[in-house]
């Protein structure tokens, strides 16, 4: 009766008690057997769990700003504030504010991978950059990462199962010693070789035997899609590096215009006109590629690394699935099938696939939702940029037709 | 203007062939013709037009026309040919002479030409010109009878050693200044289009790439697909859109082209000019100079230091009849120069006179065709961004 009352309630709009309820659930629950106990419909999860831009469901919002260098004997990092404002019951506060370096985010990550192994963890910001990369702390690449950051904990914040974690609500609100301290807590590293060891063991087995077929799509999906999305990735650094060329000769052609009017008497004001067109122009094209590097790449690239945790997602699914059928495999022999053991690890699998298969058509959902933002955006950001150069040259037009000198009727006109 | 050749006469370079024959060191070679096509125009009207009559000329026989008109009025700004080899190439563009795009940016400048040269006043009434239009055979030998390859030759030589006028006319001065600087800014700006233009061909055609992938995304896609495909069939179109918008950059490239090498022809008006003057000036210092002569010969008096006056002290005086003859030679020298700068005036002046004039003409016409230039490259902007 409490699990249906929940789905019940959690069909309606969301209110504080609503979620209490869900979240006391968290607390009590073990954490690996909670999506698949509760039969919510995917899709009444994914209509209250709507993307970013339905503010009112939501009741945590963290902003991720400030970027500060800290110095000390050992090392240079940089620490960002993380503020937190938040409704719910189960903080004690409604406003946080920390300050957390890019290991704190790794390490969040981690914990997360760990307590769901076939959830979607959002990606985090690489830790280097291969390339053109000099120093560490260039600002570019700082604002380029905490962009990232802040799109990683608020992807976090709408997840309808990561949004409770515990570790979540810790990385929001601790203060730094509080942190260091719950970190060093915990199963941890035991836990992080015992997923090593069982991946290894699971490569050596030869991967699993019977496969869902949903999770076979699913992987030739992912296959297509992460080589589709990197060579996009590519094509649109590629664009941006070529438009950033193009404004670099455009910088120069103006000038050479006014240049030219100084030694002009009646055409001076023509050429006038086209060189301050061809600036305007000029700053048009910086607003586009402004446009490109806000709302493009960090889309595509925030997929490229999807697609990796995608599939490795989906390798953890596998290892799960093969852990089993090898235990079923050694039982059979010892004619015992219907240990514990094994019924652990059924369910094991069969939530495994749950989970997965929920958070997929999230993921999926999410995609589209990004791309078609994303496309719209860039096409709107290039239909601006065109709109703005023809207005500029229009306007110069009409002011040269309208210029008594071009009426004449030369007969010199060949 | 109202008797220009242009109005009486329908000119045209309709058609550029490629040609093989043997030139003149008789090794094979490939080489374009261009038809032209002059009908007149009668006022007749009625549907009667009068009939066509076509020959083919090569671009060498252009340059030798134009050659020939440079040297026989040197005081007009001859229209110039358009270029011998493609420069301000970009990399698509290929500088290669045979290449039909520009064989075709050719003939359409070597129309140009023609119409430039039978619309002006005094060119268009020229007889080479008009032979060159409608005589078949024979026009290059014609044109080489004239002897203005001698003409030429000397010119030449005097046009490039360097020389200082005393009395320079200010006029040509700043008109020499102004076509050295026509001549920077346009190449400079000719430079930096071709880069602009090689850049946006870039930024284009890296859109196309999208095509492929999306349209290998869409088919994994279910609900995105269709959305996908169509986005990909745009970055195509988007993509190939490009070809055309440059090609008709390249005539407004052209148009700028066409003063570039007007203002090499304006600036050699001035050098002209300056040369001009310059004789001028010497042969007015010479006259000076035997004026003096002679009026020492005829006093006696040494009022200059000469060879000649400390070879006559040194070794006796002339006798009165030498003397006598000196100075007959010398009057006859100083009637003789007298003569000469007089007429060498009165050619600078006219010169000047007529050299102005056009320049006037010149002028009016670059600044409409430059201003029309400009309007052209708006539109060709704006039609740019419609697409």
Known sequence: PLLAAAADVLALDDEEDDLEVFSKDTSLAEV????????????????????????????????????????????????????????????????????????????????????????????????????????????????????????????????????????????????????????????????????????????????????????????????????????????????YKEEREYFNEMKEYGPIHTLWSASEEDIADSLKGVASCIEKCCRATEKRMAGLSEHLLPILHEYVLYSEILMGVLKRRDQIQSEFESKVDVLANKKDLFSEEIGKLEDKVECANNALKVDWDRWKQNMKCDMRSMFTNMAENNLCYYEECLATWESFLASQRVDPHVEEDSEDRP | MEDCLVKKMEITVSEAEKRTGRNAMNMQETYTAYLIETRAVES?????????????????????????????????????LPEKRADFVWHKLSADNMDPDFVERRRIGLENFLLRVAAHPVLCLDKMFYSFLTQEGGWKEMVNETGFQLKADSRLKALNATFRVKNPDKRFTELKHYSDELQSVISH??????????????????????????????????????GLQSAGHH???????????????????DQLKEYLF?????????????????????????????????EELATGTVRTFSL??????????ETPEQREAKIRILEEQIQEGEEQLKSKNLEGRDFVKSAWADIERFKEQKNHDLKEALISYAVMQISMCKK
């Open chain 2, 44 to 80: 007749q009207g009625e549907g009667q037009c009068a009939p066509v009559d076509s020959l083919w000329r090569r671009y060498s026989e252009f340059e030798l026309l134009r050659n020939y008109l440079t040297v026989t009025y040197p005081h007009v700004v001859v229209p110039p």
């Open chain 1, 32 to 239: 690996n057997s909670l999506s698949p106990s509760m039969p919510i419909s995917p899709s009444s999860m994914i209509n209250q769990y709507k993307f970013e831009d339905e503010p009112e469901l939501r009741d945590l919002f963290i902003t991720v700003d400030d970027p500060e260098s800290h110095i000390t004997a050992i090392e240079t990092f940089i620490t960002y504030r993380v503020v937190t404002k938040t409704s719910r019951g189960e903080f004690d506060s409604s406003e946080y504010e920390v300050r957390r370096r890019y290991q704190d985010f790794l390490w969040l990550k981690s914990k997360l991978e760990e307590a769901h192994p076939t959830l979607i963890i959002p990606p985090l910001p690489e830790k280097f950059i291969m390339k053109g990369m000099v120093e560490r702390f260039n600002d570019e690449f700082i604002e380029t990462r905490r962009k990232a950051l802040h799109k990683f904990l608020n992807r976090i914040a709408d997840h309808p199962t990561l949004t409770f974690n515990e570790d979540f609500k810790i990385f929001l609100t601790a203060q730094a010693w509080e942190l260091s301290s719950h970190k060093k807590q915990g199963p941890g590293l035991l836990s992080r070789m015992g997923q090593t060891v069982r991946a290894v063991a699971s490569s050596v087995r030869g991967g699993v035997k019977n496969r869902p077929e949903m999770f076979t799509e699913m992987n030739n999906y992912m296959e297509t899609f992460s080589q589709k999305i990197i060579v996009l990735d590519k094509i649109a650094h590629r664009i």
């Open chain 2, 189 to 226: 700006l000719l430079r930096v289009r071709a880069r602009v233009a090689d850049r946006l061909y870039g930024v284009y055609k890296v859109h196309g790439n999208y095509g492929r992938v999306f349209s290998e995304w869409s088919a994994i896609e279910k609900e995105m697909g269709d």
């Open chain 2, 308 to 317: 000649k006056g400390m070879t006559s002290k040194l070794f006796g005086q």
């Open chain 2, 262 to 294: 007007y203002a090499e022809a304006l600036r050699a008006v001035c050098r002209k000019h300056e040369l001009m003057q310059y004789e001028l000036e010497m042969a007015a210092q010479d006259l000076t100079s035997k004026k003096q002569q002679c």
């Open chain 2, 235 to 253: 970055m195509d179109v988007y993509a190939a859109s490009i070809d055309d918008i440059l090609e008709e950059e390249e005539h407004y490239a």
